[in-house]
């Protein structure tokens, strides 16, 4: 049976804030580990980055939190800075309502500022460790009273040579403090790290979760944004998907994303964050009764969403990291089925692409967009555009013609004007000497035009023998 967070045992807070993230049930890894870390064993998680590894670690780690003790009382150490402040984050939204103290202490950020804060109550440190042991160095930092120390993602740490460092920090701690490993391998020198300080340490191994990933073909299209919306229309022509789910960024891009779908003939709804707890859930039932075709959502809205049929995922715009990218991508190819994931990225973000093709260690291929509606909107932005300048030239043509009209007629105007009472035969007189003027216009129009046609001609003849 399905192990629930409740059947975990987890206490009301931290049920409240797992409620708050929309995680559904437990993970694999968590469902087997935080049980064994509960027990007070030291665990070896083997499990790669999207399982929900850290929640597997950082449950357990709210659980036994005292509150009451203004103590150090966990630690985690992990290769990079971006991962520590990561991990910082997610222990501050599952921690929400145990009002928990942690504290990120990475490079790159002021020292002092951080003992700063670590004068003030800290309950659990994530670091990397170099700044650590920086920080255990100066005495601004102690380890006497943690009770949990865990080496997130060994491996990497490892590899990025930080094993001296680690083992200094180990010693630091106490000896009878329970220490959890995660690695998504498992090279000689993490068994050997493993051996030499944890006891016997249960070995739980998730399958990769490249595994999902394998059965989704990944790929993006490189569009402008002002074609993106059109770009979609033709990919969802030319794909067909049974279900979909369609990523923006914000809330805003959903809702007006959502509304040109609606205004073009789809059936799509919108799922973000500021829907009441009531619609989401009404919301994704309907989708699972695929009452409607397209969800556009944003990531937050989309966390742990698990429906049965999901054919496409598009990434109307691509996340910055690539958990995000990993967890939308996994909204379809459930269950072993198959699933298409494509991206819309502009020119500058195909290296994002690259990473995220790094990070998930498969292949994300490029593909061309077949011409439709996309090109149809750059052919009619140049037709909008040509037109708008024959426009402009018309209009300038009837107002040289008018100019010149008036013109041609202003000395029979005053002459008319001059002479009110006119002698006999004097009107034959003026309407000669019009036609006269009028011949000696027509004449000097034509030689003007003359003159411009031989000029033309002959900058065009010097140009090409050139
Ligand atoms: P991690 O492997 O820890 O990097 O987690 C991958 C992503 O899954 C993160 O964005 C977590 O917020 C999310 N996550 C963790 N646990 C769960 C869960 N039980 N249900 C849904 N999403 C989860």
Do not use: C, W
Not at 86 to 111: N, P, Y
Not at 113 to 122: A, D, G, H, P, T
Not at 326 to 333: D, E, F, Q
Request: proline content about 3%; hydrophobic content about 35%.
């Amino acid at each position: 049976m399905q192990k629930t967070f409740a059947s975990l045992g987890l206490r009301a807070e931290i049920l409240q804030g797992i409620k708050d993230l929309y995680y559904k049930q437990p993970t694999e890894i968590q469902a087997e580990t935080i049980p064994l870390i509960l027990s007070g064993k030291d665990v070896i998680g083997q499990a790669q980055t999207g399982t929900g590894k850290t929640a597997a670690f950082v449950l357990p780690i709210l659980q036994r939190l005292d509150q009451q003790k203004r103590d150090i009382q966990a630690l985690i150490l992990t290769p990079t800075r971006e991962l520590s402040i990561q991990i910082e984050a997610e222990i501050e939204k599952l921690g929400k309502h145990l009002d928990v103290k942690v504290l990120s202490l990475h490079g790159g950020t002021d020292i002092e500022r951080q003992i700063n804060k670590l004068e003030r109550s800290v309950q659990i440190v994530v670091g990397t460790p170099g700044r650590v042991l920086d920080h255990l160095n100066r005495g601004t930092l102690h380890f006497g009273r943690i009770s949990t120390l865990v080496l997130d993602e060994a491996d990497k740490m490892l590899e990025m040579g930080f094993l001296e460092d680690v083992d200094r920090i180990i010693a630091s701690t106490p000896q009878h403090r329970q220490i959890l490993l995660f690695s998504a391998t498992m090279p000689d020198q993490v068994k050997q790290l493993a051996h030499r300080y944890m006891d016997q340490p249960p070995h739980v191994k998730i399958e990769q979760k490249q595994k999902t990933v394998a059965t989704i073909e990944q790929e993006y299209y490189v569009v402008n944004q002002t074609e993106k919306m059109d770009a979609l229309l033709d990919l969802i022509e030319q794909s067909k998907p049974y279900l979909a789910i369609i990523f923006a960024n914000t809330q805003q891009r959903v809702q007006v994303l959502t509304a040109r779908l609606q205004e073009q003939g789809y059936d799509a709804e919108a799922l973000y964050g500021d829907l009441s707890q009531n619609k989401r859930e009404q919301l994704m039932e309907r989708f699972r009764q695929i009452k409607f075709q397209y969800l556009v959502a944003t990531d937050i809205a989309a966390r742990g969403l698990d429906v049965e049929g999901v054919t496409h995922v598009f990434n109307y715009d691509i996340p910055s990291d690539v958990e995000s990218y990993i967890h939308r991508v996994g909204r379809t190819g459930r269950a072993g089925q198959r699933g298409t994931a494509i991206s819309l990225v502009s020119p500058r973000q195909k290296s994002i692409m690259a990473r995220f093709a790094k990070g998930t260690k498969t292949e994300i291929e490029e593909k061309l967009l077949i011409p439709g509606r996309h090109m149809d909107q750059g052919r009619k932005q140049r037709a909008a555009e040509r037109e708008a300048h024959f426009a402009q030239l018309r209009e300038q043509k009837k107002r040289e013609e008018t100019t010149a009209k008036r013109k041609k007629l202003a000395p029979l105007e005053q002459a008319l004007k001059k002479n009110k009472k006119v002698k006999p035969g004097y009107k034959k007189k003026l309407a000669r000497e019009v036609e006269q003027f009028q011949k000696q216009y027509d004449q000097k129009k034509k030689r003007e035009a003359l003159k411009a046609a031989r000029k033309s001609a002959g900058s065009r003849s010097g140009q090409t023998g050139r």
